[in-house]
T-cell receptor, first 112, second 113 residues
C-alpha cells in the first residue's frame, strides 16, 4: 500500500543547511510535495516535483528525487530561525486527483 | 484573497454531542477534502468530494459524515463524537488538475471529553 516515512526531528544551527529526508513505497506517484506547517497554522505548499524529474531548485530550496530508491529530500540553504516548523512530504496519484498521502512530518528546530 | 476558511478554530465538546465544522473556499475549486492530523501519523484523509453532490470515503471515514450541497462549502459532521476523534482537522481544496496544489484551511482543534 501507500506509505510515506520521515524522521521526526532535525536540529540545525542558523546559517547551516538543513536536509529533510522522506521515503515512499508506491512508485506510481505522479507528484511529490513538500509542505510547511508553522505553529497554529495550516499547511503551506513549499515546492513540488514531478515524478519524472530528478531535481528542482527554488531559491534556498532544493528538492532531490531518487526514484529508484523512492527517496525524496528537501535541502534548505542558509537555514534561518523563521524556517523552524514541521515539514511534510506528500505524494499524489493520477487516479485520485487531490488526495495526498502524507508522511508523519519532520520538526525542524533552528538554533541561533 | 484566495482562501479556505474553517470554523471554529477551537472546539471542546462532550462525548455524543453532535457537532459540525464548517469549511468554505472562494476559489471555485471542484475538489474538497477533510484531513485529520495526529502526532506521529501525519495527515490522513477522512472524506473527499470531487464536485457538488459527489462525496466519497477517504482513509479514516468512520464516525464522520460530510455533505456537498454547494461548490464552496464542505462541512464535516460528527453525529456522536468520541474521545478518539480528538484531533486537529484540516479542510483543503484544489482545482483538480494534476499539478494544482492543495490549499489548506488553518485548522480546527477539536477536543472530545
Amino acid at each position: 500500500g501507500e506509505d510515506v516515512e520521515q524522521s521526526l526531528f532535525l536540529s540545525v544551527r542558523e546559517g547551516d543547511s538543513s536536509v529533510i529526508n522522506c521515503t515512499y513505497t508506491d512508485s506510481s506517484s505522479t507528484y511529490l510535495y513538500w509542505y510547511k506547517q508553522e505553529p497554529g497554522a495550516g499547511l503551506q505548499l513549499l515546492t513540488y516535483i514531478f515524478s519524472n524529474m530528478d531535481m528542482k531548485q527554488d531559491q534556498r530550496l532544493t528538492v532531490l528525487l531518487n526514484k529508484k530508491d523512492k527517496h525524496l529530500s528537501l535541502r534548505i540553504a542558509d537555514t534561518q530561525t523563521g524556517d523552524s516548523a514541521i515539514y511534510f512530504c506528500a505524494e499524489s496519484f493520477s487516479g485520485n486527483t487531490g488526495k495526498l498521502i502524507f508522511g508523519q512530518g519532520t520538526t525542524l528546530q533552528v538554533k541561533p | 484573497e484566495a482562501q479556505v476558511t474553517q470554523n471554529p478554530r477551537y472546539l471542546i465538546t462532550v462525548t455524543g454531542k453532535k457537532l459540525t465544522v464548517t469549511c468554505s473556499q472562494n476559489m471555485n475549486h471542484e475538489y474538497m477534502s477533510w484531513y485529520r492530523q495526529d502526532p506521529g501519523l501525519g495527515l490522513r484523509q477522512i472524506y473527499y468530494s470531487m464536485n457538488v453532490e459527489v462525496t466519497d470515503k477517504g482513509d479514516v471515514p468512520e464516525g464522520y459524515k460530510v455533505s456537498r450541497k454547494e461548490k464552496r462549502n464542505f462541512p464535516l459532521i460528527l453525529e456522536s463524537p468520541s474521545p478518539n476523534q480528538t484531533s486537529l482537522y484540516f479542510c483543503a481544496s484544489t482545482g483538480g488538475t494534476i499539478n494544482s496544489p492543495l490549499h489548506f484551511g488553518n485548522g480546527t482543534r477539536l477536543t472530545v471529553t
